[in-house]
Nanobody, 122 residues
Framework: QVQVVESGGGLVQPGGSLRLSCAAS????????MGWYRQAPGKERELVAD????????YYRDSVRGRFTVSRDNAKNMVYLQMNSLKPEETAIYYC???????????????WGQGTQVTVSS
């Protein structure tokens, strides 16, 4: 199986910045897609940003484009999310996601991190 481990969450003031990190490990043969979701209280989980294998550009939801930067280190099976100018409404649990294949399971499967709390408050 694939393990997904996150770090970097915490409390930040409005307008501040945080950098989230995520590492995937296991018998991975390929990670087709790797990125970040978030879920605020009372709301559904939403895609924030991701990077697909072989792509030179990342996807960002409209509300974060220009403020957030997602980057991927394919050699290390890691993905990062640099979040700048954070807003209180972006308080949520942030989840790392990977669509990956393994030696045991060649087809793509979804793997999720445990989630890390990001709180934007003064």
């Amino acid at each position: 199986q694939v393990q997904v481990v996150e770090s970097g969450g915490g409390l930040v003031q409005p307008g501040g910045s945080l950098r989230l990190s995520c590492a995937a490990s296991g018998s991975i043969t390929s990670i087709y897609n790797m990125g970040w979701y978030r879920q605020a209280p009372g709301k559904e989980r939403e895609l924030v940003a991701d990077v697909k294998l072989g792509r030179t550009t990342a996807y960002y939801r409209d509300s974060v484009r220009g403020r957030f930067t997602v980057s991927r280190d394919n050699a290390k099976n890691m993905v990062y999310l640099q979040m700048n100018s954070l807003k209180p409404e972006e308080t949520a649990i942030y989840y790392c996601h990977a669509a990956a294949s393994t030696v045991q399971t060649p087809s793509l499967r979804d793997y999720w991190g445990q989630g890390t709390q990001v709180t934007v408050s003064s």
